[in-house]
């Protein structure tokens, strides 16, 4: 998990958001760890530096060059990118070394105010959330929290670019999707029609303008190198889905059947990720 990019260090609290899961009894579990938070103060430490022969040395938590840290978004868009936050959303303070970017920041130190709890969390569970978290305040109005707890805004935050960057994300994904479903008949159906030929090379070459764009278009920091990364994937697999018919049917057989294998893999992972995030309590192995 890389969400953020951008760095810059500060010193203070900050209020942001952020997720868990809801394991057994109602201890709280970040999303990708077996340890549970505990009520008050938690202290971040790096798994990858524990002082031994075997692993680099010590440094401070969380440092610029390494991922270690608690992790926190500044807008409920960045943190409702994990479908975990449909059923619970926490407001968290935090405070120590703070690494703030253009989406929420890293804490070496975090403590959580309070929650938000969906109806798909059971009562038991909800007490039990009281139970081992008497300092916070648990909520079932998802808004009440956030007005009782508002959040931090900081100068590096970037949610007009953020959501200026999804809507194109989106625009681009819609655009995909059509040369898909436009290119889907086989080629000789298209080489029939009049202005067939000439209207499936409009469609491919704009998919490798695409890709041209996309590649010079980067942008700086981890997030936008990721994301241009993901595109250039989307892109390279459209531009094989449009080249495997005009080999014929060995071509469409040996390029386009594995890459509907991939597309419904991953629509089950998809469909996996949003089952385990309304499981209550949640597996924590």
């Known amino acids: 998990m890389d969400p953020l990019s951008d760095f810059e260090p500060r010193v203070g609290e900050i209020r942001a958001l952020r997720t868990f899961r809801v394991g057994p009894g ?9 340890t549970p938070w505990r009520d008050g103060e938690n202290v971040a430490y790096c798994r990858a530096a524990v002082p031994d022969d075997r692993t680099p040395e010590r440094h401070e938590v969380p440092d610029p060059d390494c991922s270690c840290g608690f992790y926190a978004y500044g807008d409920e868009q960045a943190v409702c990118e994990y479908p975990h936050a449909r059923h619970v959303l926490a407001v968290v303070a935090c405070w ?26 059971g009562p038991d ?13 648990v909520y079932a109005d998802r808004q009440a929290m956030l007005d009782a707890h508002p959040l931090t805004v900081l100068d590096t935050y970037d949610a007009q670019g953020e959501r200026s960057r999804a809507r194109r994300s989106r625009l681009g994904i819609a655009a995909l999707g059509a040369a898909v479903l436009l290119t889907a008949p086989p080629y ?10 000439m209207t499936w090379t409009a469609v491919l070459a704009a998919v490798l303008l695409a890709s041209v764009v996309v590649v010079r278009r980067a942008g700086g920091g981890l997030r936008a190198e990721r994301i241009a990364q993901r595109h250039r994937l989307q892109l390279l697999a459209v531009v ?30 998809r469909c996996r990720l949003a089952r385990e995030a309304a499981r209550f309590p949640a597996r924590v192995d």
Do not use: K, N
């Open 26 to 34: 109602g201890l709280l579990y970040p999303l990708f760890g077996p």
């Open 96 to 121: 120590g070394v703070v690494i703030t970017a253009t989406r929420g920041v890293r804490a070496q130190r975090c403590r959580i105010e309070a929650i938000w709890l969906s109806d798909a969390v």
């Open 125 to 137: 569970l909800v007490g039990g959330v009281r139970g081992h978290y008497p300092s916070l305040t």
């Open 188 to 197: 000789a159906w298209w080489a029939q029609l009049r202005y067939g030929w």
């Open 240 to 269: 094989i889905w449009m080249l495997g018919p005009t080999l014929g049917l060995a071509g469409a057989f040996m390029l386009r059947l594995p890459l509907l294998q991939l597309a419904a893999l991953l629509l089950v992972q």
